[in-house]
């Protein structure tokens, strides 16, 4: 059976999604095809609506609907304490883990030179600056677990050591090679209290 091209277009969009293949998408878009037209219209608006209304924080570039976000603004976090992240998701993984109460710094990415990708097409600029003006006492590098995120730690903590007096990395015992995004509460809020000098 030939599909219906206005249903193959939602199949092809479903299959761009990170590990969804073919069949998968085939069954996410035949599901779509089930729902009312008022379900259908209330899918699309929230993809609208979730590029019209969330923009990174300017501050720490989380995303967020409010700018700035509403972690850089509350009064009840250590302002003092800085971690940077290789991506917003897993700012979301660290705060339910419920161990860390700073403030973060969103990287976009990781240093990988075979990819092109520099410090400078990360937000390390806008790092660099966050530390000149901010009291930044703590600098802990929760950058993943893997070559590029290792690659970054040490271009940080080289470019960071004379500005921040302790710069701190989480401890081993997470999975190499792994995301924070994919860590359990656990192994997570010990590899933060087990967090090292680096
Ligand atoms: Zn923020």
Request: hydrophobic residues 35%; glycine residues 6%; negative net charge.
């Amino acid at each position: 059976m030939q599909i219906p091209a206005p249903l193959e277009r939602l199949v092809e969009e479903f299959s761009r999604f990170p590990g969804v293949g073919r069949k998968t998408a085939q069954r996410l878009a035949f599901r779509v095809l089930s729902y009312t037209p008022e379900e259908a219209r209330n899918f699309a608006e929230a993809i609208v609506r979730v590029k019209e209304q969330i923009r990174p924080c300017s501050s720490c570039f989380i995303f967020t609907d409010n700018d700035p976000c509403d972690i850089c603004s509350s009064s009840s976090r250590e302002r003092n304490q800085l971690c940077v992240v290789e991506q917003a998701n897993n700012v979301l993984a660290i705060e339910k883990s419920g161990i860390f109460h700073g403030l973060y710094h969103v990287l976009n990415g990781a240093v990988s030179p075979l990819d092109g990708i520099g410090p400078e097409q990360l937000t390390v600029p806008q790092l660099r600056e966050r530390i000149r003006r901010e009291n930044i006492d703590e600098l802990i590098l929760a950058t993943n677990p893997t070559v590029q995120g290792e690659a970054t730690a040490m271009f940080l903590q080289h470019e960071f050591e004379h500005q921040v007096s302790r710069i701190t990395r989480l401890a081993r015992g997470l999975p190499a090679g792994g995301d924070l995004e994919y860590v359990d509460d656990v192994t997570l809020s010990e590899a933060f209290s087990g967090r090292q000098p680096f």
